[in-house]
């Protein structure tokens, strides 16, 4: 592999992480309007780009075509709606590397299972690895009884503390003089938050290998333009989340004024990402390109301790190191 397609690819995976990190701090909005807004942003960011493509390459679109863009956004619709489900209750370095894994599991299986695959033994033994790391990143943390304390990003700057106690009362447990203020603790998800939110994780997944499984057939058989197929969701998911998010218009200007930068970050970098991994595909084989973007999940972990705090990092690090080697595995097996 080039230097130039392993630093977009590197570029890619670390913006891939990072948007998945600005939904995590969004992720007490509502995950239908940090969706919507998000699908709005990038539907008119990346406009005048998929104008260019089209008057330059005039792609011929068929109604099957269309059938296949349109899909996609109602796939990726749930996708982004259970990813922010999951963020919601769990950890970033938890969530995100159980629905990466799992994609590229189900994506293997369903090779295996409804094309005829055959893997070979480096192949079995990277689903093995993902399967293993999948079950190690969801262990709880050893301190079950620890609360999630929100991180301070994702809460605007006007917003009092979560949980604060009354004036009057005094606190449950005092921290030691030498402890760290409250908003700095790591935010550790209890065990049955954890569990729900490795639910979704799962869930997560499954669609992640359903519309990589469609894109794919819509890319290499029916001869969509990549850049479209991609785009393709953003405006999807705008109209399918409308006439939701538009009942509530005040809560949607609350959630676009105190979260604006988290929506513009992820409506930015989520089409990247994919733009970036296209531009490697374009002169990189394919089998070295799609295992190594998901080296994000381990920037995932990364981003997820040394931002917001999360904890179990060496087991969680670990854990999606396995799960990248397990994706390598099936890739080259």
Not at 135 to 151: D, E
Not at 200 to 220: E, P, R
Request: glycine share 8%; hydrophobic share 55%.
């Amino acid at each position: 592999m080039s230097p130039t397609a392993i630093a977009l690819i590197l570029v890619a995976a670390l913006a891939h992480a990072s948007w998945n990190l600005f939904s995590k701090q969004a992720s007490t909005t509502g995950a239908v309007y940090f969706i919507w807004l998000v699908g709005a942003c990038a539907t008119a960011l990346y406009a005048p780009v998929v104008l260019a493509t089209v008057l330059v390459q005039r792609p011929h679109l068929t109604a099957v075509n269309w059938l296949f863009m349109a899909g996609t956004g109602v796939l990726e619709a749930a996708y982004f709606l259970f990813l922010q489900s999951g963020y919601r209750l769990g950890d970033l370095s938890l969530v995100y590397p159980i629905g990466r894994g799992t994609g590229a599991l189900l994506a293997a299986l369903a090779g295996i299972l409804l094309l005829g695959e055959r893997p070979g033994p480096v192949g079995i033994a990277g689903i093995g690895c993902i399967v293993a790391g999948i079950a190690a990143i969801g262990l709880p943390a050893r301190n079950s009884r620890q609360q999630p304390s929100g991180p301070p990003a994702a809460r605007p700057a006007h917003a009092p503390p979560a949980h604060a106690p009354p004036a009057h009362a005094p606190p449950a447990h005092a921290p030691p003089a030498h402890a760290p203020p409250a908003s700095a603790a790591p935010a550790h998800a209890p065990p049955a938050s954890a569990l729900k939110a490795t639910a979704f994780a799962v869930v997560t997944g499954v669609f992640i290998a359903s519309y990589t499984l469609w894109d794919k057939h819509a890319v290499t058989t029916l001869r969509t333009p990549p850049l479209l197929q991609g785009y393709a969701a953003f405006p999807a998911m705008l109209m399918a989340f409308a006439p939701l998010v538009l009942r509530d218009r005040q809560r949607l200007s609350r959630v676009w004024g105190s979260f604006r930068p988290q929506v513009l970050g992820a409506a930015a970098l989520a089409p990247l990402a994919y733009i970036l991994v296209l531009a490697a595909l374009s002169f990189t084989a394919v089998s070295a390109v799609a295992p190594a973007r998901e080296v994000s999940v381990l920037f995932g972990v990364v981003l997820g301790r040394k931002l917001l705090g999360e904890g179990s990092l060496p087991r969680r690090l670990a854990a999606a190191a396995a799960i990248v080697a397990g994706i390598v595995a099936v890739a080259i097996g």
